[in-house]
């Protein structure tokens, strides 16, 4: 098979599993993480039926927007922000970024909401919340996420329209459902006490979680190795 063979067939198998495994499969989206591959496979994921691209790094996703913009699917690409986002990289990405999953400090937030004002638009993100407390995440604690809500909510070009999330890499099954529902719990609390039901939105599961994110209500998977490889 040729390497856009391949990548086809994985998202379909993907696909298979969203009807098999999440109760709303209508409202899943999937985001290929393209951080690992090159031109050639994001063209494969494109052509498969999947036109949202998720980076980390963002000298890559402008590289990567670059390329894109002198072809003739430019219109048709959702560019999402995954990976941790420094302040003073905001203004390199706030003019075309669908989605911003890691906001994770209010810094950061503010930085957003004022790059996007200054272009007269508002920026969609989703707060990162590292639910396990496991140290070596990034992304708010629960905590530390109830000390500046307040503060968050008050910034006027920001669309908060979710919740993302990291389980740490285990076998423990139960644990990480632990992690997924507790995720779901914090999204609906928030929406009831801040957001009036806006939050829709749950990014979570990866390549060797996301059977079990979708069972517990992801609406974004996040999905790179079982794509590419
Ligand atoms: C790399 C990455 C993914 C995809 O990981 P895979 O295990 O390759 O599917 C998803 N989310 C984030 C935040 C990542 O950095």
Redesign the pocket.
Known sequence: MSKKDIIRKNIEEIKEDIEKYSPQPEKVKLVA?T??VGIEEMEGAFEAGNPIF?E?RVQVIREKKEHFDSTPIKDDIQWHF??NLQKNKVKYIIDYIDLV??VNKLSLAKELDKRAAQLGRTVEVLLEVNVSGEESKEGYTVESLYKEIEELVKLKNIRYRGLMT?APYSEDEKMIRGVFTGLRELKKELNERYFEGHMTELSMG???DYKIALEEGATII?????IFS
């Open positions: 993480v951080k690992y998720g980390n995954i990976g999953h890691s990291m990866m390549t060797n996040r999905i790179g190795s079982k």
